[in-house]
């Protein structure tokens, strides 16, 4: 096998690990990442042209721009190590990118299905996984005293997966989107897709994450609102899935609990041991907001931003 042959299979095929990061855990992630930028590089440097074109210049400044404050906050303000440290973690949002735009080869449309595919697969697989871990070693003493289940359940699915009940309801949530896609174009898989989506959906219930279930809701309400012919064909599913998730909210203790603290927050700052994942962002809202008034031009500084948070935060009568 040449040099080139080998190269483009690695390509091909670590482009695939990077899709099933949720799958793979961070070191394993980064390994894959690793990857795929080392075949992209030695197929440049074997002679391929790259697939990146000028068009797409601003695309990639666009997508960098978040390193790029980090960056330019350090002319601004002395680095010291923990300022070295978040520019070092955060170098992963310049250098994906870069890596990405790149590449190569094209992804051809075919391609680009199988990896979302891949992601989704992830997706469900860690969800499955962990769910099944949870049901079989029961959850530890060392939860109990939370006595709200739904913490406990996020908390111990966190320990096992790895992944932030937040960040892994976003990739269920997205992984039913793509489902929903794939299932209206393919039709001969429907049966597989279906159970996929459901599969999805039942496993955000759990997981309590309000932001990606209402995104979930809205982007899946828009997408067969925006095309006629699907709209006619699945209003009414629509509207039997939107039935479902309200009597879910108000019956299923997880979501129900999640439900009330917006219902019954005042949206002010936590007081005491009254506290809330609401009024606990209220504050830090509140803080941010300050910060941002105060250092509209220049920021705070990579290194100080924390520290200048918790000055601001000392001034709400709370632990």
């Known amino acids: 096998m040449g040099i080139n042959t080998f190269l483009n299979k690695g390509w091909y095929y670590s482009i695939f690990l ?8 961070i070191k394993l992630t980064s390994i894959s990442i690793l990857l795929f930028a080392l075949f992209s ?23 960098s721009s978040t390193y790029l404050i980090y960056l330019i906050s350090a002319f601004f303000y002395p680095m010291d190590q923990i300022g070295g440290f978040i520019l070092e973690k955060k ?9 990405f735009f790149l590449i190569p080869n ?51 699915f966190e320990e096992i997966s790895g992944i932030h009940p937040t960040y892994i309801s976003i990739y269920l949530a997205f992984s039913a989107l ?28 759990p ?17 067969i609102f925006i095309q006629p012919s699907v709209w006619k064909k699945t209003k009414y599913l629509f509207l039997l ?28 700052p936590p007081k005491g041991d009254s506290y809330n994942s609401i009024n606990i962002r209220c504050g830090i809202w509140e803080c941010s907001s300050s910060l941002i008034k105060e250092n509209w031009i220049t920021g ?13 935060y000392t001034k709400f009568d709370t632990s």
């Open 106 to 156: 094209e992804l051809t449309k075919s391609h680009l299905r199988k990896l979302l595919l891949a992601f989704v697969l992830a997706s469900i697989g860690i969800a499955i996984y962990t769910n099944l871990y949870i049901f079989i070693a029961d959850m530890p003493l060392k939860y109990s005293y939370f006595g709200d289940d739904s913490y406990a359940y996020r908390s111990f």
């Open 18 to 25: 990077v899709a099933a990061f949720p799958l793979l855990g």
């Open 41 to 63: 590089l030695g197929l440049i440097i074997t002679g391929y042209k790259t697939a990146f074109k000028k068009s797409n210049l601003k695309w990639l400044l666009i997508i």
């Open 91 to 99: 170098m992963s949002l310049l250098i994906f990118p870069i890596i």
């Open 207 to 223: 997981l309590a994450a309000k932001l990606p279930m209402i995104a979930f809701v809205i982007s899946f309400g828009l997408y």
């Open 300 to 312: 705070v500084g990579a290194n100080q931003l924390q520290q200048q948070l918790n000055n601001c």
């Open 241 to 268: 899935l939107i039935a479902g998730i309200l009597f879910t909210v108000f019956t299923v203790p997880s979501l129900k609990i999640r439900v009330n603290e917006i219902i019954g927050s005042s949206f002010t």
């Open 178 to 205: 793509i489902l929903v896609d794939f299932g209206f174009k393919e039709k001969r898989h429907l049966i597989w897709y279906g159970a996929a989506f459901i599969t999805c959906v039942t496993s955000l219930i």
